[in-house]
């Protein structure tokens, strides 16, 4: 089993940056492949980032060039920086974990940007 919990959500002005954390722990050794979904009201929980074990990352084309996904491997925890950001970056903001046999979830963490 593997668990997972975010942190660093909350209220964020149009332009500004927040970073979100997620620690993992339990059998953290089967972890592969970890990701930062989003899911705004009435939509679909989408990708936003994802970074390999061996570190190599994907970004949705909707924040390119404004987020930043990185894992520290000794900590157990993965991160999201988010910078510029819009009011269509509203979401809660879920942490995936990928082993061989399945995902897992954390509970997930509400960014609102609004002025």
């Known amino acids: 089993q593997v668990q997972l919990v975010e942190s660093g959500g909350g209220l964020v002005q149009p332009g500004g940056s927040l970073r979100l954390s997620c620690a993992a722990s339990g059998s953290i050794f089967r972890i592969n492949d970890m990701a930062w979904y989003r899911q705004a009201p009435g939509k679909q929980r989408d990708l936003v980032a994802s970074i390999t074990r061996g570190g190599s990352t994907m970004y949705a084309d909707s924040v390119k060039g404004r987020f930043t996904i990185s894992r520290d491997y000794a900590k157990n925890t993965m991160s999201l920086q988010m910078d510029s950001l819009k009011p269509e970056d509203t979401a809660v903001y879920y942490c995936?974990?990928?082993?061989?046999?399945?995902?897992?979830w954390g509970q997930g963490t509400q960014v609102t940007v609004s002025s």
């Open positions: 995936n974990a990928g082993t061989e046999t399945r995902g897992y």
